[in-house]
């Protein structure tokens, strides 16, 4: 049966849909011989798939990969970087890292640290980076300054960013201390760096932003140990479980 290119690709655990994609715009992915395009669609059991030269078929597909790895700051959430920064790749051993075709699901700023999703099921990685996608994901945020009851409320019930407003979001103050705020915010979409400019354009800049919590798929909980930063740990068959009811709910 046909199906597009690069959701086979995705299907077969090769790479994400959007890597998929970024392998197709760079010429290295070729269908019979001739190179592919964006959209084609293939029949897997008659069509001759190659990237970068080597033949790929389903029974090149690895073992599927679930891990929860605790970012730390200056690393950036990609497979590969122009800039020669780190990459959270860099910080799995070798035997992970070649030929399994595993990525972060979703980003964190090179700046911010705490949860992320590493997996090569390219399926999972494209129902839960869907735009109607709506896992939530928990915060710890140090601002600068002390924000409001008022600021806090209006955040909560979503603010304008480049003319579309956000979600209502959960946003509760933890502490103040000195010249800073600690707040917890939980987010059920995630634009690029929203929090961040979230927070700049009401007047109370990031000092430094942790993601604690995806769902239910915590860094720290009283039957794990503390995860600590650069380290990583298999995704138990629960958290497996809820993260693929994620991209079946109804409403997604």
């Not at 994609?21 to 959209?39: C, D, K, P």
């Not at 980003?107 to 997996?119: E, F, K, P, V």
């Amino acid at each position: 049966m046909e199906a597009r290119l690069q959701k086979i690709l995705a299907q077969w655990g090769i790479a994400s849909r959007r890597e998929a994609e970024e392998m197709i715009r760079h010429s290295r992915v070729r269908i019979n011989g001739e190179l592919a395009y964006l959209g084609q669609k293939v029949d897997p059991q008659k069509d001759a798939i190659a990237i970068d030269g080597k033949p790929v078929s389903e029974k090149h597909r690895p073992a599927l990969i679930y891990l929860l790895l605790h970012k730390p700051s200056g690393v950036v959430s990609t497979c590969s970087d122009p800039y020669q920064r780190p990459t959270v790749l860099d910080l799995l051993p070798q035997e992970l890292r070649e030929g399994s075709g595993i990525h972060p699901v979703g980003r964190l700023d090179a700046d911010s640290t705490g949860a992320l999703i590493l997996t090569n099921d390219g399926e999972l990685t494209f129902g839960l980076t869907h735009p109607r996608h709506s896992i939530s994901k928990t915060y710890r945020v140090l601002v600068k300054g002390h924000p409001p009851e008022a600021v806090l409320q209006m955040w909560c019930r979503g603010v304008m960013l480049e003319g579309r407003k956000t979600r209502t979001a959960k946003v509760h103050l933890i502490e103040r201390c000195a010249e800073q705020s600690c707040l917890e915010i939980v987010l059920q979409e995630g634009r690029n760096r929203q929090i961040r400019r979230i927070a700049q354009q009401l007047g109370y800049p990031v000092i430094k932003l942790h993601r604690t919590a995806i769902g239910s798929i915590q860094l720290q909980t009283p039957k794990e140990p503390f995860l600590s930063e650069g380290k990583y740990r298999s995704l138990k068959d629960h958290e497996i479980h809820f993260l693929q009811e994620q991209i079946t709910q109804p409403n997604y």
